[in-house]
């Protein structure tokens, strides 16, 4: 669905206060910097606090560069190891073709804990397909199974995570990713159910092991970049850039509301502040995260800096076992006792902002699913809190409609209160700038997860599919009658978070209108900016030959001023042709553009002209595109 491109109205600047709902939330206690017990790249060696043992003679446990031997081969994946990370400790077996007897491979790590009442470890990770053994709860050290475990003599180990199902699991899809693990809750857990007698002092050890009989990248593990730090009570800047870690809000205990943030490039207090809002499965530490570090991080994706907050709106659940209660969707997390989710989401980054860095008065909002929900009516409450927002996939709206209660409608409702000072303002709703996404195969009346009455199929439709669209022409309708200006399956893919993220950043003007954008392929560039006649498009191009796309524009009919600005994006294909370079035609001021080859795009293609004519009664040149043919082309492919 396209966005609703209607303009906004800005209330003048307010004195910030803090939100609240049925409790007051206090101001953020002093922060201090973080304590990094331990940290090793592996990029220098294994030191002495490290122990090897090769059980099995095939076993092989080794640091090793995973992209220099060709194991690591996303492009990805190996970013990451490019940005300094070159060197990670491996396990696997030597034999290649695998055999039916596995080989079992540790490393064990001693360290000094002192100091620390909690903690959090992280580290990356990287899978080649194994066969994940789960180890025992209890075990002693040379036990064959897949994962960490945790031990305070070095001979009676506890299981912290296995290699498999939800705790390590990636099913070898040749990427790496970050698991972060409280690992104060962990030996709390162990101590309960085992009475270990672990705890934060200078005689705990961990192990990493790994069971199987193939090389990688068949079978085997990888990690890297491991970290044991102090648990962030709330946000700090001293975490490692691209990195998701918890925080809470000074107020809430740690089984309660809990965030996770990402700080990427140089901040500073311009910085946008990008929500992802999970949906009801309700994991903030897997897919939607890897995906969207995977793209931040891609020098292609033009971003040089960017704040990332991901709430979990869940309740008394260990991070990566959740199970979310359907209220937050609504606005309303617990109606007698606690803060409102966008009440919590707002103090969030109003802590984050509080540091020096992000803008926490627009923010860019995303959310999938039940979050496509939260985020929706989070705008129908908050619109002078938003920048931008898409709504992804939900399984219902709130129709622009006072006469249809919350959390349906605008109406206020008695049974899903408001928190606090909250107030729906249908006109500012419809002057936001939203998004509608779903995918075209989203058709489906008996989903699992999808809220089904008859009052509420009768005012939105049967499906997701259906709801967006009666949403999106809700909002249309409603806003012209104020007088206003007017995927595949229920699931997402890495290729539609460029064109996410742009709508979110777009800079957007309430006077912008359409204009025409007409292709021409062409074998010698035009020198004139501006023409009358379009050029001849090229019937054939030859595998070899290099041509150029021409992107040429016209203000639209009875337009009296040109066109000033413009931001285009082109797809093609990367099997017929790859871009060689481009230019910005007559918008050569802050001119921008990024080719990304991997994805067949040129993205970002931005500028401005100072001609105060461009387009009117002519066609003005935007951009060149030179670009080589991989393939004979006709005029089928243009």
Not at 245 to 269: I, K, Q, S
Not at 435 to 460: A, C, E, F, K, T
Not at 535 to 561: C, K, M, S
């Amino acid at each position: 669905m396209d966005e609703y491109p209607a303009g906004r109205t800005v209330r003048p600047p307010q004195k910030k206060v803090r939100h609240n709902n049925t409790a007051l939330v206090q101001s953020l206690e002093p922060r201090c910097l973080l304590t990094t017990a331990f940290y090793e790249s592996f990029e220098g060696g294994l030191g002495s606090e490290w122990t090897i043992q090769e059980v099995d003679s095939e076993a092989r446990v080794s640091i090793r560069n995973l992209v220099g031997e060709g194991v690591v081969a996303n492009t990805a994946a190996q970013q990451f190891s490019q940005n300094g990370n070159s060197k990670s400790l491996a396990f696997d077996s030597t034999r290649a073709s695998g055999d039916s007897t596995k080989d079992l491979g540790i490393a064990i790590l001693e360290i000094d804990l002192t100091g620390l009442t909690d903690a959090v470890m992280t580290f990356q990770h990287f899978e080649g397909g194994d066969n994940n053994d789960p180890l025992p709860d209890q075990h002693v050290t040379q036990t064959a199974g897949d994962g960490v475990a945790i031990s305070r003599d070095g001979t009676n180990w506890f299981r912290l995570k296995d290699l498999s199902g939800a705790d390590i699991n990636r099913g070898g899809d040749g990427l790496w990713q970050l698991f972060e693990f409280a690992l104060g809750r962990e030996i709390d857990r162990i101590n309960t159910d085992f009475s270990a007698g672990l705890a934060f002092n200078d005689d705990l050890a961990l192990k990493f092991s790994q069971w199987d009989d193939r090389s990688l990248p068949f079978n085997g593990w990888a990690i890297d970049e491991l970290r044991i730090e102090d648990e962030a009570e709330t946000f700090t800047l001293d975490r490692p850039r691209g990195v998701y870690h918890r925080f809470n809000l000074a107020t809430e205990d740690d089984d309660d509301y809990f965030f996770r943030a990402a700080v990427y490039g140089t901040p500073d207090g311009n910085t946008p502040i990008f929500v992802e809002v999970h949906g009801s499965s309700g994991d903030t530490s897997m897919g939607r995260m890897r995906r969207l570090n995977r793209f931040v991080s891609n020098p292609a994706s033009g971003i040089n800096s960017l704040i990332v907050v991901a709430p979990a709106f869940v309740e008394n659940v260990e991070p990566g076992r959740f199970s979310t209660p359907g209220r937050f969707n609504t606005l309303a997390w617990n109606t007698t006792n606690d803060a409102a989710a966008d009440v919590a989401l707002l103090n969030s980054v109003e802590d984050i902002a509080a540091t020096g860095i992000g803008n926490a008065d627009q923010l860019l909002l995303w959310g999938f699913s039940a979050g496509g929900q939260f985020v929706g009516r989070f705008a129908a409450a908050h619109p002078y809190h938003t920048a931008a927002t898409v709504v992804g996939g939900p399984a219902s709206q709130i129709l622009p409609n006072p006469e249809i209660p919350y959390p349906y409608g605008t109406a206020v409702s008695g049974t899903a209160p408001l928190p606090t000072g909250v107030e729906l303002n249908t006109d500012q709703f419809l002057r936001s700038r939203i998004m509608y996404w779903v995918g075209q195969d989203d058709d489906d009346p008996n989903h699992s997860q999808l809220s089904r009455s008859p009052r509420i199929d009768s005012i939105q439709g049967i499906h997701r599919l259906e709801r967006s669209v009666t949403q999106y022409h809700a909002m249309h309708e409603a806003a012209a009658a104020r007088g206003l200006n007017e995927r595949d399956g229920h699931g997402f893919g890495d290729d539609d978070l460029p064109g996410i993220y742009e709508f979110l950043t777009r800079q957007h003007d309430p006077g912008e209108t359409s204009v025409r954008v007409h292709t021409s392929v062409v074998a010698t560039k035009s020198t004139q900016m501006q023409q009358r006649f379009l050029p001849q498009n090229i019937r054939h191009v030859n595998a070899g030959d290099e041509f150029t796309v021409e992107l040429w524009i016209e203000a639209p009919a009875n337009q009296q001023h040109g066109v000033k600005s413009g931001s285009l994006e082109l797809f093609f294909d990367t099997d017929v042709a790859d871009v060689l370079s481009f230019n910005n035609g007559a918008f050569t001021t802050s001119a921008t553009g990024v080719v990304d080859e991997t994805a067949g795009r040129v993205r970002l293609l931005r500028g401005t002209t100072t001609a105060t004519d461009a387009g009117i009664g002519n066609y003005v040149l935007f951009s060149q595109i030179q670009m080589k043919a991989n393939a004979a082309i006709s005029g089928d492919h243009r």
